[in-house]
């Protein structure tokens, strides 16, 4: 089909045609624009609300630590610890008197007999008295106590011996007529002191 249209006509329809694609376009990009603003605007809105709501949260999670009195409540905590600790420092002392007993029998020579047990907590030791026949009698029984098979002590020491000889015939004093002290170191892992024998 041809055009007879005149020149100008047809110009004026070709720039009609591209003024309504560009008016299209004008309203396509104006209302992008608008909605970008709009998101923009919900975004901050709810940006500034959640700001909002967590700052709340956390004034009341702040007043609510305060309220609980956090201070007082470690300071029980460090006291009670305190105390916990105390006590496991006195048990760890604590010397079962039936089981020491019953191992110190054991390792007694035949010649000697215990007459006194003394406690030194503050240095793990016990003094032990014992009254023997003789001198060699009494040095048996410190080797004996420092023997690490027997498990009771780390090392004993004699403090002294001391043997009289103007006892009553017939009497205890003249049957046992030499008196030993020894002081022993309690040994690391023995099975007399309560904390090692886990209260049993």
């Given amino acids: 089909m ?9 110009d004026a329809y070709r720039y009609a045609h591209h003024n309504t694609l560009l008016l299209r376009w004008v309203v396509a990009l104006a209302i992008s624009l608008a909605g970008l603003f709009a998101l923009s605007t919900a975004g901050l809105l709810y940006m500034q609300q959640t700001t909002r709501t967590y700052a709340a949260q956390a004034a009341s999670a702040q007043t ?18 305190g105390n916990l600790q105390l006590a496991v420092q006195v048990l760890s002392k604590e010397v079962l008197f039936s089981k020491l007993l019953t191992r110190l029998a054991a390792v007694m020579p035949n010649n000697a007999v215990l007459t006194d047990l003394t406690i030194v907590q503050a240095q793990s030791a016990v003094n032990i008295t ?4 003789d001198y060699n009698a009494a040095t048996q029984l410190q080797v004996n106590l420092a023997d690490p098979n027997n498990q009771i002590f780390s090392r004993a020491d004699i403090v002294s011996i001391v043997c009289s000889s103007n006892a009553a015939p017939g009497s205890l004093e003249a ?20 904390i090692n024998s886990k209260g049993q």
Avoid: G, H, M, W
């Avoid at 041809?2 to 047809?10: F, G, R, S």
């Avoid at 014992?130 to 026949?133: G, I, K, L, N, V």
């Avoid at 049957?175 to 023995?190: D, E, G, H, Q, S």
């Fill in 130 to 133: 014992a009254d023997t026949t």
């Fill in 2 to 10: 041809i055009n007879l249209l005149p020149t100008e006509l047809k």
């Fill in 175 to 194: 049957k046992y007529p030499c008196t030993v002290n020894i002081r022993a170191l309690f040994a690391a892992n023995n099975p007399f002191l309560f």
């Fill in 64 to 81: 609510s630590l305060q309220q609980q009195d956090l201070t007082a409540t470690q300071n029980q905590v460090k006291t009670i610890s």
